[in-house]
Every structure is written in C-alpha cells, then in structure tokens.
Nanobody
Framework: LELVESGGGLVQPGGSLRLSCTMSGFPLEIYSIGWFRHVPGKEHEAVGCIDRAGDSRVYWLSMKGRFTLSRDNAKNTVYLQMDNLKPDDTTTYYC????????????????WGQGTQVTVSS
C-alpha cells in the first residue's frame, strides 16, 4: 500500500490549493483517509477525515469553512480543497489511511504519504 500526496506549492494569502492523495496497491474504497499537517515539536495536527464512501466528513475546528474533503474512489484519490489560505497554514500536509474509521489521532492511522509542502506567503 502506498499513498502519494501532490498539489502543494506557493500561494498568496487568500488563495487556494487542491491537494491530492492517491493510493496504490489496495482499493481506496475500503479506507477512511485523514489529512494531517506538521506542527514543529508536536504531534501532527488533524485537518480532516473522510470515510470510505465519502458520506461522512469531519473537519477539525480551525479548518471549518475553509477546507473541503472529497474523494473519487474510481481514481483511488482523495482531495483536500483549501480556500482562503493564511500564512499560518504554511507547513507540510500528509494523508494517511485508517481501515477502521476516522480519528483525530495520528496514532490511529497506519500508512502515510511522504507529505506535500504548502507555503502561503505574499
């Protein structure tokens, strides 16, 4: 099983990016996918999670209204649409899989991607 993130880059404050998380080796449809971001010196911060069918999405409080999760199981890909980006959103974003369900704890997730860097700066 492998997860690969893409779509990061440099964007101005207020701009948008769409991150992708593509799974290979196993069918995506059996996994919930979580997005986390790196916080120096701390555990990864939970961004959001989408369940297997895409019927349920969880966003952690600071992201609500700006970030949107979606998935295309036929393409084995989960998307994180990030709008109205702020400089504080600058960091590395990771996706990870959990066959059990969604969780805000990084420790409940098994396989992780390598991360994609998002930089919000003018």
């Amino acid at each position: 099983l492998e997860l690969v993130e893409s779509g990061g880059g440099l964007v101005q404050p207020g701009g948008s990016l769409r991150l992708s998380c593509t799974m290979s080796g196993f069918p995506l449809e059996i996994y919930s996918i979580g997005w986390f971001r790196h916080v120096p010196g701390k555990e990864h911060e939970a961004v959001g999670c989408i369940d297997r069918a895409g019927d349920s999405r969880v966003y952690w409080l600071s992201m609500k209204g700006r970030f949107t999760l979606s998935r295309d199981n036929a393409k084995n890909t989960v998307y994180l649409q990030m709008d109205n980006l702020k400089p504080d959103d600058t960091t590395t974003y990771y996706c990870a899989e959990d066959i059990v369900g969604c969780s805000a704890s990084q420790w409940d997730f098994n396989y992780w991607g390598q991360g994609t860097q998002v930089t919000v700066s003018s």
